[in-house]
């Protein structure tokens, strides 16, 4: 079954403690991203990766890191996260050795708080 | 700078009525592809119907249609015998051949009974 895996789904943490949000797809797809999810704000992106060992800034990267180690995996990473970023963040991937336009899949969310 | 705008926050229909979202959109690119995605109360995203800019024929799912005018940058959706089911916040997003995805801020549906 074509999957996108996010971990944890959920998840309470203190201002300035490191954390990883990891994504896993198994569709071998090129294409993996992270938006976040704020109320009225719709979903924004955060990171993106073409490839791997290729990562590009979406329109909201500050306070987050990403790699792209391997194809599956595109962890996002909060160094010192803050209150700020407590929001709905969804993995996403979709197969670009076909053309652009293919169906993007989603994880199921994470949902983050940093208090 | 590509942007999307749907301009409902909110909307309610009856059960089985027909309802109509609204999404602008702005781009520089000619070639691009259009989609509507839902979100349940679950908060999965799915999608729900996608158009190609370079295609005149309006997309059609089953209850679910487009309106699609290139010229105006309107990329409406129409839901047709409205059910519960459907009730679930839309999001209208476009796609340029970079892969980038820019979402709407998303419209919240309430079916009502």
């Known amino acids: 079954e074509a999957q996108v895996t996010q971990n944890p789904r959920y998840l309470i943490t203190v201002t300035g403690k490191k954390l990883t949000v990891t994504c896993s797809q198994n569709m071998n797809h090129e294409y993996m991203s992270w938006y976040r999810q704020d109320p009225g704000l719709g979903l924004r992106q955060i990171y993106y990766?073409?490839?791997?060992?290729?990562?590009d800034k979406g329109d909201v990267p500050e306070g987050y890191k990403v790699s792209r180690k391997e194809k599956r995996n595109f962890p996002l990473i909060l160094e010192s996260p803050s209150p700020n970023q407590t929001s709905l963040y969804f993995c996403a991937s979709s197969d670009r050795g076909q053309g652009y336009g293919n169906t993007i899949y989603f994880g199921e969310g994470s949902w983050l708080t940093v208090v | 700078a590509q942007t999307v705008t749907q301009s409902q926050p909110e909307m309610s229909v009856q059960e089985a009525e027909t309802v109509t979202l609204s999404c602008t959109y702005d781009?520089?690119?000619?070639?691009?592809?259009l989609f509507w995605y839902k979100q349940p109360p679950s908060r999965q995203m799915i999608l729900v119907i996608r158009q190609e800019a370079y295609k005149q024929q309006n997309a059609t799912e089953n209850r679910f249609s487009v309106n699609f005018q290139k010229a105006a940058k309107s990329f409406s959706l129409k839901i047709s015998d409205s059910q519960l089911g459907d009730a679930a916040m839309y999001f209208c997003?476009?796609?340029?051949?970079?892969?980038?995805?820019?979402f709407g801020k998303g419209t919240r549906l309430h079916i009502l009974p």
């Open positions: 781009t520089s690119e000619s070639d691009y592809y």
């Open positions: 997003a476009i796609q340029n051949r970079d892969d980038k995805i820019i």
């Open positions: 990766s073409m490839n791997v060992e290729v990562t």
